[in-house]
């Protein structure tokens, strides 16, 4: 019995340990400091409080969210704290088209 688990074992390791990994890219770029991210974060849930007081938390939420994640997909926290102020306003709003979301109007 020994025997044939130990046989089955050989032949799954080199059936699936030879396999070709493959390599893919990460979603985010990880060299952004923790507590920088989370300033950023707190940042814009502060900004949306007095900009749009009255938009729901949940949705302030995703937005930052989104905000962060788009941030850190397309650029490294070197490149972000390179950026012009030209390309600081080009960039958020480029973020605010791609996450900010408007609740659908109730109809009356």
């Known amino acids: 019995m020994n025997l044939k688990i130990l046989i089955l074992s050989v032949i799954l390791f080199l059936t699936f340990g030879c396999q070709q990994t493959i390599q893919t890219k990460p979603k ?8 920088e991210m989370r300033g950023m974060w707190a940042f814009c849930v502060t900004n949306f409080k007095l900009k749009a007081p009255y938009t ?4 302030v939420a995703q937005m ?3 905000y962060l ?3 850190r ?6 490149h972000i704290n390179k950026l012009n102020d030209n390309e600081t306003r080009e960039m958020g709003m480029r973020l605010i088209r791609t996450c900010n979301v408007y609740p659908e109007a109730k109809s009356t």
């Open 28 to 35: 985010f770029h990880g060299d952004y400091p923790a507590a």
């Open 69 to 71: 994640d788009q941030m």
């Open 64 to 66: 930052c969210d989104c």
């Open 73 to 78: 997909m397309a650029h490294s926290h070197e």
């Open 56 to 59: 729901p938390p949940f949705l």
